[in-house]
């Protein structure tokens, strides 16, 4: 498994933006699938983006669409997330996630096998 470190939470102001970065450990960055979950207070896991190993193909979760953007540099082993227009319902825990699962459904949380410890964004209305 990758191991994987989020950074650049905080808090923002709605209608301001956040980047979030996932480092990740291991020579096999590339092969992995990334993802971004996040979790609110009191509720389940929810799909936001995931990115294929070239970084061609992406997804996101539809309240998103338009104002996220997920990246990947696979020489520096790195995931990112970048969010715009920011509101107070995108508050949450943002987690970092890595499969090499191929053909897995990539909104699934149980296609994941790696994880990172998390980080905060709160947006403030």
């Known amino acids: 498994q990758v191991q994987l470190v989020e950074s650049g939470g905080g808090l923002v102001q709605a209608g301001g933006s956040l980047r979030l970065s996932c480092a990740a450990s291991?020579?096999?960055?590339?092969?992995?699938?990334m993802a971004w979950f996040r979790q609110a207070p009191g509720k389940e896991h929810e799909f936001v983006a995931a990115?294929?190993?070239?970084?061609?193909?992406?997804y996101y979760t539809d309240s998103v669409k338009a104002r996220f953007t997920i990246s990947r540099d696979n020489a520096k082993n790195t995931v990112a997330l970048q969010m715009n227009s920011l509101k107070p319902e995108d508050t949450a825990v943002y987690y970092c996630?890595?499969?090499?699962?191929?053909?897995?459904?990539?909104?699934?949380?149980?296609?994941?096998?790696?994880w990172g410890q998390g980080t905060q964004v709160t947006v403030s209305s």
């Open positions: 996630l890595g499969t090499v699962q191929y053909g897995s459904n990539v909104r699934s949380l149980g296609s994941y096998d790696s």
């Open positions: 291991g020579p096999t960055f590339s092969r992995y699938v």
């Open positions: 990115i294929g190993v070239s970084g061609s193909t992406t």
